[in-house]
């Protein structure tokens, strides 16, 4: 199980679905496919939660801090959102709203219409700028299968 403690959220996303679809080919029942949607609003909501509690998110610029690695860095990017930490405050503060609030999706069309469009252009920002492409598609994936979800959810 070593091997499990090595995987990314987006790894976690994609298997987690795989997991479920197959099932779901195999028994048909939709109830499968409700699970995607809620293990995409926990990891969002935990996500955030972890964000909150980490004494890494709290600090100024640790937004400056990721995108000055090599490995998820953008010299770039690094040099403005160090010259502006309020930007950079809003930008992780919104990151945080979003993830924690995520649940909200399923209130209304609006809502619903909000964080998938919210979602697509966080998670484009990360595949473009952090080279992180993998979240891009893990979460997308999901997508479809949370505004099903949310229609059947209010079809009752």
Not at 78 to 105: D, Y
Not at 133 to 153: E, G, H, K, N
């Amino acid at each position: 199980f070593i091997f499990i403690n090595r995987l990314t959220s987006a790894d976690h996303v994609i298997f987690f679905n795989l997991i479920c679809l197959a099932f779901f080919r195999l028994t048909n029942d939709r109830n499968i496919l409700y699970l995607i949607s809620i293990f995409l609003i926990v990891s969002y909501f935990f996500n955030g939660i972890n964000k909150i509690k980490s004494n890494y998110w709290q600090k100024n610029n640790v937004l400056m801090d990721i995108f000055s690695t090599n490995l998820y860095g953008s010299q770039y990017i690094s040099k403005i959102i160090g010259a502006n930490t309020i930007i950079s405050k809003i930008i992780v503060f919104a990151i945080i709203f979003f993830q924690i609030s995520f649940s909200l999706f399923f209130i209304n069309f609006y809502f619903a219409n909000f964080y998938i469009f919210g979602g697509v252009i966080f998670h484009f920002i990360i595949a473009i700028f952090m080279r992180l492409r993998d979240f891009l598609f893990a979460f997308l994936s999901s997508y479809p299968i949370l505004l099903l979800s949310f229609y059947d959810f209010h079809s009752i």
